[in-house]
């Protein structure tokens, strides 16, 4: 490849350079993509990751992953300035807008910030056959990022519950990191 002068001293690209989207980029097809293909999309990566680096280490990919988008989404898409009611509200609107999911918090506990989630019609796994093991660390690092970027303390997320493993919804646990 020819050098191109117009790319000397490009700056590193980052999510957000990515997420600049043009009003015209899709104008015939939109900007929806069905489940399935996020799925392929997801689901090669995983094993692309497993192959060459193992599976530990293919998780902490898509946990660390899930956290920037997650804090990306919380920076672009929601008010951190709104009340903890407020904000839970606004999140669950978004979450069904984007179709990622319904969600709906199952306890809070003011003293410590642990928080219990559960998202229903998850993108990640919803209909997925039981594979016999959680596969939503991707959405584990998104809810941490979100929270993280919501509440200004470290949130750690684990999954406990998924469809995956025979449950009818994925149950988050998230806590702060101390």
């Known amino acids: 490849m020819e050098d191109n002068i117009f790319l000397r001293n490009k700056k590193e690209l980052s999510l957000t350079d990515y997420m600049k989207a043009q009003k015209n980029g899709r104008e015939n097809l939109g900007t929806e993509l069905p489940v399935a293909v996020y799925r392929l999309l997801e689901y090669s990566l995983r094993e692309e990751l497993t192959s060459r680096f193992g599976k530990e280490v293919q998780i902490d990919i898509f946990r660390e992953a899930g956290y920037r988008a997650g804090t990306y989404f919380a920076e672009k898409y929601l008010d951190s300035s709104l009340t903890l009611s407020d904000f839970t509200a606004q999140l669950q609107n978004r979450l069904e807008e984007f179709k990622i999911g319904v969600l709906r918090i199952e306890k809070f506990d003011e003293e410590t910030g642990k928080i219990v989630l559960t998202v229903s019609e998850d993108a990640d796994c919803s209909g997925l056959p039981l594979l016999g093991e959680a596969v939503c660390n991707y959405d584990e690092g998104f809810f941490a990022g979100i929270l993280t970027s919501y509440t200004g ?15 009818r919804v994925c149950r988050f646990q998230a806590d702060i990191v101390e």
């Open 153 to 167: 303390k470290s949130y750690n997320a684990t999954e406990v519950n998924c469809w995956a493993t025979g449950d």
